[in-house]
């Protein structure tokens, strides 16, 4: 098949699936075209790099950044603060109610006052400041739970076909090749295999999910036809993912299909103080194994990749070998840029290198120790509030807790704690939840009050909030 007319074929079945989709939701907001738009630059590639065709890592780009990217964000972002403005969003609320990530916030920007270069520090902020806005948007609609799983659903539509497309069609931007090694390198439409593998990973966790949420209504007609879609679109993610070859990312996605399963399951659901405590446990016993019995080496050579985990344990004793303050780190976003990334890139094993590797080590290079546990704090309130704020018939919990539980682990080998990466960007639209209001303001449905099952024709895979007006 021509390459011209395999686009066209996957634009004219992207319209369809998206028009007539059976698992639309009604009642949600052209608004959240704005966030799905936001999302998809952020798990794909920059508009300049689309334009251009390939990926840059030039220090100067780096550093300076893009007019037309930076002019694309902009717009987005005021779009989206018109769009909380139009809805009168309580801010006030929003801040008391989630003081842990407002610390991290607010220490973020307090940082770019000690960065070597902080007019880019700032920059970065300020764009990373949308990827919450962004997130705001979807759950301060009408229907949040709704809203943010047609974003979610909207992002698989679109990422999981094009990847297929742009590698077996346009291999030009779909496939590239390693510099050191020569072999074959899978990306689709994002920059790496990594990225691939991170777009599968979110996409192949949320169809499992909402497969798994509508099953037991398998038999009616409108939910079949949605598990049929889901279905083939795990077909299609499975099959990428092993395109990508992200160790990381296959092994996070079983991780986060077993925690779904748990959350859903009978003997947890009976027993929830149990589920818990279990899942952070999990992963402290994983730390405890990884540094203390190197379980990291040897679960490496099983998923087929070397004992030092592909040399990112020589890269994490190069960055800790350049001494960054301890307490506050370089600043925001500013250990890869300016002189830092000068004395990263000296050495051949980091040459070209412009992430660590690991989210904790990342956030310690940039933030330090106070910036590590703010972020730590947050992760600790957010699973906290998915246990109290989502009420135990809600669906969605098993959602948001498997999502909190892959960020963990996939930050152990991969840098996600970052607003211009879409594993966070997922894990905010499930963790971000806005304050409980009692009453609730008349019109809008609050994911955090007393719940009822959603019985609509079209078999809603979560309960909704009741108001009464």
């Not at 992002?155 to 030009?172: E, N, Q």
Request: charged fraction near 15%; glycine fraction near 8%.
């Amino acid at each position: 098949m021509p390459p011209s007319v395999a686009l066209t074929l996957w634009l004219v079945l992207l319209l369809a699936l998206l028009a007539l989709d059976p698992a639309k939701e009604r009642g949600t907001s052209l608004a959240l075209w704005v966030p799905v738009t936001w999302i998809f630059i952020v798990a794909t590639r920059l508009p300049s790099q689309w334009l251009a065709g390939s990926v840059s890592i030039a220090e100067g780009s780096l550093e300076e950044g893009n007019p037309l990217d930076r002019s694309i964000f902009l717009v987005l972002i005021f779009l989206a603060i018109g769009i909380l403005v139009a809805r009168s969003f309580k801010w006030g609320d929003f801040f008391a109610g989630n003081v842990a990530l407002i610390s991290f916030i607010g220490f973020a920007l307090l940082s770019v006052s000690w960065s070597e270069t902080p007019f880019i520090a700032f920059k970065r902020w300020f764009r990373d400041l949308g990827n919450y806005l962004m997130v705001l948007v979807a759950w301060s609609d009408s229907r949040p739970m709704a809203a943010v799983t047609t974003v979610l659903r909207r992002l698989g539509y679109l990422l999981i076909p094009l990847s297929i497309l742009l590698i077996k069609y346009y291999p030009s931007i779909g496939v590239g090749f390693n510099v050191w090694t020569g072999t074959t390198m899978y990306a689709g439409p994002a920059t790496s295999k990594n990225g691939l593998g991170v777009l599968c990973l979110i996409s192949g966790l949320f169809f499992f999910w909402d497969t798994l949420a509508r099953w037991p209504e398998r038999r009616r007609r409108p939910v079949t036809r949605i598990i049929l879609v889901n279905l083939a679109f795990l077909a299609m993610t499975l099959w990428l993912l092993h395109r990508s070859d992200s160790a990381t990312s296959r092994v996070c996605l079983g991780i986060g299909c077993l925690v779904i399963l748990a959350v859903q399951s009978r003997r947890f659901t009976s027993n929830p103080a149990l589920l818990k405590t279990l899942i952070p446990l999990c992963f402290l016993l994983y730390v405890i194994l990884a540094w203390g019995f190197d379980i990291n080496g040897k679960l490496a050579q099983a998923v087929g990749r070397n004992p030092n985990l592909t040399e990112r344990t020589d890269v994490w004793r190069i960055l800790l070998s350049l001494h960054t303050n301890p307490l506050v780190g370089t600043g925001y976003e500013s250990f890869w840029v300016g002189r830092w990334l000068r004395l990263v890139w000296e050495h051949k094993e980091t040459a070209g290198l412009n992430e660590a590797h690991n989210g904790y080590l990342e956030v310690y290079l940039n933030l330090g120790l106070i910036g590590l546990l703010l972020l730590i704090g947050f992760l600790v309130s957010s699973y906290r509030a998915m246990w109290k704020r989502l009420a135990p018939q809600t669906r969605f919990r098993s959602l948001a807790l498997g999502l909190w539980t892959v960020l963990l682990f996939y930050n152990v080998t991969e840098a996600a704690f970052r607003g211009s990466q879409f594993m966070w960007s997922a894990f905010l639209l499930g963790a971000l939840f806005l304050p409980a209001r009692t009453p609730a303001r008349a019109g809008v449905i609050s994911p955090l009050a007393g719940v009822q099952a959603d019985r609509t024709a079209r078999g809603s895979p979560f309960e909704v909030a009741s108001v009464r007006r």
